[in-house]
């Protein structure tokens, strides 16, 4: 929770401090209607977030971030049911396939105790969570520029999780500076860099395609986890986490045109 809330809050700040005049701008015109949207957004990234990185105190960095990236496959569902785009019968398909893997991945780790399979759970969670961020956004984004969205969305995001880490009693002070230094880092890099690139881009491209762009971060994730905190990756959870990403990957087919 208290990595969740610096890294929103840094980055609210970070873009609030170059573009924050044109933010309150546009925020000044737009309708109530937008408004509760973007505190929609808000409250679904600091739920994502909030799951997801709890989710690695429980979890390898590995099946955490293949059980987080099955978002596509909501952001399809959402797309096809909610934004009303078209659907095809392949998606369906890799929606299966995915399952599948997933299943295979909280089927291996509960063999390791309670512990891994609540961080499993968590990284769905954050899953479900960031996927109804992707799809507000690609909403808000037709009437505001990426710099009001951001602000807005990160904003609200650290303002719910200053107040569930009050109501929770979870620590945010006391913090060495090389700890205040990682949390402007994951700030910076990427939440200001990252994910305010995703969000340029929901303008341009569906929201099931940029959910699935996020497919790099396993590959990457887990072979930094291996390099630098010495996590190796099972027999049956590496073969989950290819069947969940071949799944995801037909869900990118299946939208691709």
Known sequence: MTIAFY????????????????AVREWRTMPRST??????????????????ITSLFFTSVAS?????????????????????????????????????????ITLA??????????????ALAGAVA?????LTGRFLRRNLSASAYVVMSYGIGAFILLISALALQTPLG???????????LIALIPQVIGHTSFNWALKHLSAPTIS???L???????????????????????????????GVGIVLLSESR
Request: glycine fraction near 14%.
């Open 212 to 214: 699935v762009l996020l």
């Open 7 to 22: 890294r929103l809050l840094f980055a609210s700040l970070l873009v609030g401090l170059f573009t924050g005049k044109q």
């Open 64 to 104: 955490s971030t293949v059980l987080v990236s099955t978002s596509p496959i909501f952001v399809a569902f959402g797309s096809r049911f909610i934004l009303k785009e078209p659907t095809r019968p392949l998606l369906f398909v890799g929606l299966a396939i995915a399952l599948t893997g997933s299943f295979i």
């Open 130 to 134: 960031v996927s109804i961020y992707f």
């Open 216 to 246: 790099g971060e396993p590959i990457g994730a887990g072979i930094l986890a291996y390099l630098l905190l010495g996590e190796k990756i099972g027999g049956w959870p590496l073969a989950g986490a290819v069947v969940t990403l071949i």
């Open 174 to 184: 006391g913090f060495s500076w090389q700890i205040f230094g990682l949390f402007a």
């Open 109 to 122: 780790d509960s063999g390791k105790g309670h512990a891994s399979l609540r961080g499993d759970l968590l």
């Open 35 to 52: 408004l509760g949207l973007g505190v929609i957004s808000g409250i679904a990234l600091a739920a994502h977030f909030a799951t997801w």
